[in-house]
């Protein structure tokens, strides 16, 4: 297939590599055009506007809103280069509402578009290992897919409206923040309290975080499912508060565990204590006024 | 061996019958008596102190700081009838404080102290699929360790100071309790930005929460490891921001994003912003007067 | 002098009404136009261009952002009908970023531009109290100082940037609404405690909130000057804890609370336990990666 | 009067020197012997015990919960060699759970017990400028209100239970602290945004803390009047959005600023957008349990 590549930053230079490998016949374009000639078997050009004609789908990797926003729809923007019927897949990390505008004003041209964005790191990238989590048009995501697979290992297919695709990749990186900033909390006070960090790693990575265990509670909680209680929510609220007090002994400040004691108290006060503890999903959705 | 077994809940009742199962000589008492006589095969007992007399090692897994503390130390509590020599493992979750207490009154007593609370819901008790974090004198560890296999498929050394397994399990529920509430705000934020939950659900649990992917991050904060960044702290502020951004439009409030945001605001603030993103960590070490 | 107002909102319609008791030459403008209309011994206009064109100052009072920059900078803004030389004050709670931007295009024309947002309500509009917070280059914010002086009991200089007086009125509404969610809190806790509101209401409007004791604070805060402490940090960590446990007992979530707890321990952990208990503020600077 | 004063720290001695010049027979102690003698006109005394033996009232201004629990009912506490019919009134600032359990020790032998934690620095102590907060049997409160009167400039009578004093005086402790921290955003955005602190104080002290403006919000939220809106509660959000939007681009986290947004944004979209701003109290009332 004819494709375009626009940005060739960590994670768009293996991904053009492996278009090329494919067998696709790949034009490239980065705003430093070194990037660009280092990709060998394609064709560098100076504009994304030169890079996209002739172009069957254009697959975007760049750093964020504005840069997608510019180099789309800018004054030199590619949108107006780009043939009638012709894709574009926007692979980056990109807000819901550009997305929306994106599809918006390439419709308005003949033009198909995919929200696209991608779990993995360059490594990944490299090993055709990516997931991809496709939003779009079903005959423009099939257009697609061959170029998806020489990349990922597996593609979601998350329905016709392109920015729940860029909802969804937000929702995996904020729930990677989050684990990050509760591991943060976690070994401070581990270490406070004299448990090795290698100690502990080896209990949480074993027991907890790559097993079954997580994945479970998110289909309890996407099936609003809170009972019979496996462990009832004022069984959890007793352990943060144990969490706390230990924390607080050892001082050592845990913002999350804050918020999290606060989340069950108030589950408690509602009459919800018989519930699974994670029923107090049921109060994050109450909070944004939906039932629960 | 001859085994004392207090309390039996939804969880000591599985391990109990384990116990019988795997051979052993076991005394059971619960504060309320049918669940002891339920246990069979078992010698059901009124009192603790019945109960614990002429066992090699009592197993207790009582409610919470309250009944621990009273049923070992209380007017009638056990502690005064085990026998010189004998061994306490203290199997539910309490504070590290009342795990140390129980310690310093059995050493004064002669008798081994063991901590070694479990991860593991009923079902894994029935199947003997639990994991043991034990800490405790290697001697009196060791003694326990035929008792453990019998409840566990796995048991980890968290050495030989108590209240190091209690800190190891706290964590563990309170990142299960964390990642519960990053959960709820995931899916209300889905619900509002119209993807289906099990949509969000498929994608969560095979791309994200089941794989290698969180424990990596473990492994990075256990290390305290930054660099090089293999995805840059104010790429994460970025995208934490779009997630704030998407979630203001959509009415979601979202408390653990607000914290994230803050959080990452100010490691850029303070010039971290070209570390990994997962060095908030060392943010949250500096908080408690650690290095980072 | 020759005024023009736009928008006669709440706020707006007793300013306008004022500037014309004043003995003023007022020409109004507003979305929908019978408000226009309702102020007597004005002249009611079409179009904001209409409204400003003659002018000595122009002010606005609109409803947010977006309106405040359609109405001045939109394609059919007043900014293009002004006359050079003259001013507009600009009185709603906009942006800094927005006021920065107006000043650049009034100099671009050779106008004026002053921020002028206020402290007060309607009624205080209405009896010429509210307090205008003014800044701007010197000789636009004397040309307003007469209107100023029609609509307010007082008028801040803060300096020639117009932007700081956005910053200021941001951080006073923020101090309200802050106020706000901690006294929510406090009669949630009260009622749950039994104490009556009415009691409550009693000790603090008098003993507190209307005396010298916050400003005393502002004071210290705004000269860093945290020792010798009045009253110490560990005991306002130590009162806290009392807040928590209080509230915590009678099921009250205090999410500003525990906010504040994370605060004070990590200014303990951190050293700094014999500081003032307003030295936490030395925690906030720091953070966003200023000196203490 | 026959009183003893028990705990002789920054604020017990101005005290106990106040009540010697009202004309009061005072005893003293302190737990470190020097700063009982240097109460010029007081009889210092070696225990608890020896001071409080024929003393009408008994009055305790100690550290902290774990003090005020040794010294009256520890094994050498003063509740023993008080006598029948005289009153303790414990005017620190304790735990309403620790001062729950004074009121039945002392009941129990025929002793009275008034709960009277005071607002107020040293040097309001050393002019008589405290406020009392008082709470206990009506007889009990009437024979210390010349004692009161001695130090204070004001008694709040908070009814016959005295705990509610102490919730009332940790209520006060929290707003104050409350507003430290949120002086200290305040401050830390004001300068990372150019605006001298001088200034801001200026404007925030005038306009804002010392005036009836923080009151009248009390006054709102006590009588859970939230319509007609001064101020709907949708431009407090809109407001909100303002304050974190200059944060974040400034570089300043802001952790209450944070906490208020996820409030008002569950304000508006729970459909309380038109209420006053003060309204979010109604959301802090019903995460307890309480009807808003």
Same mark, same amino acid.
């Given at each position: 297939m004819r494709v375009a590549f626009l940005g060739l930053g960590q994670m768009g230079s293996p991904m053009a590599r492996r278009l090329v490998s494919a067998g696709h016949e790949v034009a490239v374009w980065n705003r430093s055009r070194e990037k660009a000639r280092e990709i060998e078997g394609a064709r560098a050009e100076d504009t994304p506007a030169d890079a996209v004609r002739g172009a069957e789908v254009v697959m975007t990797m760049l750093a964020d809103d504005a840069a997608a926003q510019e180099v789309a729809?800018?004054?030199?923007?590619f949108a107006a280069a780009m043939a009638e019927g012709a894709v574009h897949a926007s692979m980056s990390t990109i807000s819901p509402a550009l997305s929306r505008r994106l599809a918006e004003e390439h419709a308005r041209r003949g033009q198909g578009y995919v929200a696209a964005p991608v779990f993995g790191r360059p490594e990944a990238a490299e090993g055709g290992k990516l997931r991809v989590l496709a939003a779009g048009p079903k005959e423009a995501v099939k257009r697609c897919l061959p170029l998806f697979d020489a990349v990922a290992q597996q593609t979601f297919d998350l329905g016709e409206d392109p920015p729940a695709a860029n909802v969804v990749k937000l929702c995996g990186n904020f729930i990677i923040a989050s684990m990050i900033e509760t591991l943060g909390e976690v070994f401070a006070l581990g270490r406070k309290s004299g448990v090795a960090p290698e100690a502990l790693l080896d209990v949480l990575g074993t027991?907890?975080? $790559? /097993?079954p265990i997580l994945a479970g509670y998110a289909k309890t909680i996407a099936e609003s499912r809170?009972?019979?209680?496996?462990?009832?929510l004022r069984l959890g609220l007793k352990d943060v508060r144990l969490v706390l007090a230990t924390a607080d002994a050892a001082e050592v400040p845990m913002p999350v565990a804050s918020a999290l004691h606060d989340r069950y108290l108030a589950g408690v006060a509602q009459g919800?204590?018989?519930?699974?503890? $994670? /029923?107090i999903a049921r109060l994050a959705a109450e909070s944004a006024g939906l039932d629960g």
């Open positions: 729809l800018g004054a030199d923007g027991a907890l975080l $790559s /097993g809170y009972e019979p209680a496996g462990f009832k919800l204590g018989d519930l699974d503890w $994670s /029923g």
